[in-house]
């Protein structure tokens, strides 16, 4: 990794959450581009040369960075997935705490909230992120596993 590319991703890291997740969406967009271009733009520019040993050196070349592009496309969408599920989640507990803030706005002092915990609109939460309800229940034990798994970790930015 070029020294470009670590200073510009010190500087992501610090992004305020929206302008990440836009920086995120832009670069995804220009590599995917990239990629729908040429099944090769995502490999380095070899020649082809004039030999058959350069030749095969070249192919060999090409295998490795498709190789390493399409694991990186993998890893990529596998942590997309992970950030949706997230999202999601935090989604239902924002939905959910707005609700019960309206209802306690404008409701009659003698009724109770009339969700339990774990409950949530339905109707909210597959209008925005595009899920079903039932979806964003179940990811729920995930989420709260992955995030005791990073519990203690530390963001190098200061806030």
């Known amino acids: 990794m070029g020294s470009i590319v670590r200073e510009s991703l010190g500087a992501l890291t610090c992004l305020p959450g ?3 997740v836009e920086t995120w969406q832009a670069l995804t967009r220009v590599v995917a581009d990239r990629a729908l271009a040429s ?3 995502l490999t380095s520019d070899a020649d082809d040369g004039v030999t058959l040993d350069d030749q095969c050196a070249t192919l060999a ?3 490795r960075d498709l190789e390493r592009a399409t694991e990186a496309a993998r890893k990529v969408t596998r942590l997309a997935q992970t950030v949706v599920d ?3 989640h935090a989604h239902h507990d924002t939905v959910r705490a707005q609700d019960h803030l309206e209802f ?3 409701a009659r002092a003698d009724e109770s909230y009339p969700l ?3 409950e949530f609109a339905p109707a909210h939460l597959a209008a925005v992120p595009g ?3 039932g979806t964003v229940a179940a990811m729920s034990d995930d989420v709260a596993a992955l995030r005791s798994r990073t519990r203690g970790r530390s ?3 200061t806030r």
Request: charged share 20%; with cysteine.
């Open 18 to 20: 929206d302008e990440l």
């Open 104 to 106: 306690e706005r404008f």
């Open 131 to 133: 899920m079903q309800p």
């Open 86 to 88: 997230l999202t999601a």
């Open 61 to 63: 070349a090409t295998r």
């Open 155 to 157: 963001s190098s930015c």
């Open 39 to 41: 099944g090769s733009a």
């Open 116 to 118: 339990g915990p774990g």
